[in-house]
């Protein structure tokens, strides 16, 4: 997978977000965008099919997480929506991450890319211990998160660009490490725990960075995207 910045849309409505998408109208790049729950919630799958229709590439951000039963038949409807890449939680189990897959495999075969969430990148390995009752560091639990993914046969994890490298150590190079909690050196970390520079991720192994507020919220979005792009990819 050729490196790239993905652009979360949080955004309220379809509104804010063409509003946001028209400043990026004269990039050469057109940029591979996320939409997460917020904006899919509000507006249902027409957002989808028109920012497909506009030519972006899309993760859909929804992060499943029930029974497999379940899961299996949701991802069966968000393969009609033709998207690159979607997601469940790790921690949904092996099982649910196998039936994710199925559902998601379109009759031709084909399907996007399916990936899973190891530890949001908002959670510090002491709330993971004290609230969640994991006894393990935040590390092992994320290589044993990967593990069990490719074990359900995933294209890769959602992690922090600080694990990124230690994932693809224990899972190959191949497996994707896509990840949230980027910040620019001198920005606002916010609710994120977890996170690094788009340049730092970059030398650490991260194959997408997902960068929001550090864009939308900017100034001037298009000169952020733009540094981002040239930190990354370079
Ligand atoms: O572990 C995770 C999983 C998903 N996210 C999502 O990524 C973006 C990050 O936005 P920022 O504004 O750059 O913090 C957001 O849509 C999250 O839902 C994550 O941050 N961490």
Redesign the pocket.
């Known amino acids: 997978m050729q490196h790239d910045v993905i652009i979360?849309?949080?955004f309220k409505s379809a509104e804010d977000t063409f509003r946001f998408l028209d400043l990026f109208k004269d990039e050469e790049r057109k940029p591979f965008l996320?939409i997460?729950?917020?904006l899919f919630y509000a507006e249902g799958p027409a957002i989808v099919r028109e920012i497909k229709r506009r030519g972006h590439r899309i993760f859909l951000?929804l992060?499943l997480h029930d029974i497999p039963n379940t899961v299996k038949k949701a991802m069966a409807v968000l393969s009609r929506l033709d998207v690159d890449m979607c997601?469940v939680h790790a921690a949904g189990t092996i099982e649910m991450m196998r039936a994710a897959r199925e559902g998601l495999t379109r009759e031709d075969g084909t399907r996007p890319l399916l990936i899973a969430?190891?530890?949001?990148?908002?959670?510090s390995e002491e709330r993971m211990r004290e609230e969640l009752l994991i006894d393990a560091s935040i590390n092992d639990t994320i290589v044993k998160y990967a593990q069990n993914t490719r074990a359900a046969g995933l294209d890769g994890v959602?992690?922090?660009p600080l694990e990124a490298g230690m994932v693809h150590g224990a899972c190959g190079e191949e497996f994707l490490t896509v990840t949230?909690?980027?910040?620019f050196a001198d920005g606002d970390v916010?609710?994120?725990v977890?996170?690094t520079t788009p340049a730092r991720a970059r030398e650490i192994g991260s194959d997408l960075i997902?960068?929001?507020?550090?864009?939308?919220?900017a100034e001037d979005p298009v000169a952020a995207y733009r540094r981002c792009v040239a930190e990354f990819v370079g």
């Open positions: 979360a849309c949080d996320k997460g729950m917020e951000d992060k997601n969430v190891t530890q949001l990148t908002s959670t959602v992690c922090s949230p909690g980027v910040r916010a609710d994120q977890r996170v997902v960068v929001g507020r550090p864009i939308t919220a």
